[in-house]
């Protein structure tokens, strides 16, 4: 069966950066290339919000509160999707979960935390 497992999350101060990385497993070769991608993140006592996704023919999309620090990117060779984080803030503290997306499969990971503290 499909997994997404996210990986890179950590502490880090603020305006410092890291690197997320979801990759897939359980997925027939070369399907990935075809799901849509996406990052969410959840703090606590938020709801969950789209942090940004990737479309397969490679379209981005950012929520306005990260555009021009945080860069989605997938490499489809290794089933895996990237989240280049960049001067990082508080208000960035959160869950950061992948989500997968063909039709009427909706896959999701369990989710890495990034926490910005001084």
């Known amino acids: 069966h499909v997994q997404l497992v996210e990986s890179g999350g950590g502490l880090v101060q603020p305006g410092g950066s890291l690197r997320l990385s979801c990759t897939a497993s359980?997925?027939?070769?070369?399907?990935?290339?075809?799901?849509?991608l996406g990052w969410y993140r959840q703090a606590p006592g938020r709801q969950r919000e789209l942090v940004s996704t990737?479309?397969?023919?490679?379209?981005?999309n950012y929520a306005d509160s990260v555009k021009g620090r945080f860069t989605i990117s997938r490499d489809n060779d290794v089933n895996t999707m990237y989240l280049q984080m960049e001067n990082l803030k508080s208000e960035d503290t959160a869950v950061y979960l992948c989500?997968?997306?063909?039709?009427?499969?909706?896959?999701w990971g369990q989710g890495t935390q990034v926490t910005v503290t001084s």
């Open positions: 990737i479309s397969r023919v490679m379209d981005k």
């Open positions: 359980g997925m027939a070769f070369g399907v990935f290339g075809i799901y849509e």
């Open positions: 989500n997968a997306i063909l039709g009427p499969e909706n896959y």
